[in-house]
């Protein structure tokens, strides 16, 4: 039995990865904009 659903769900994890990496990168710029 051959299905997608492996790779979909790499792709999910991945994709939460990468919004929660998106979601730190915008907090430390904003971080960043308030001290200077």
Same mark, same amino acid.
């Given at each position: ?15 939460? &990865?990468?919004?929660? =990496?998106?979601? =730190? ?6 971080? &960043? &904009?308030?001290?200077?």
């Amino acid at each position: 039995m051959h299905t997608h659903t492996n790779r979909d769900y790499r792709m999910f994890r991945y994709n939460i &990865k990468l919004s929660t =990496l998106l979601q =730190l990168v915008h907090l430390i710029m904003i971080c &960043k &904009k308030g001290l200077y």
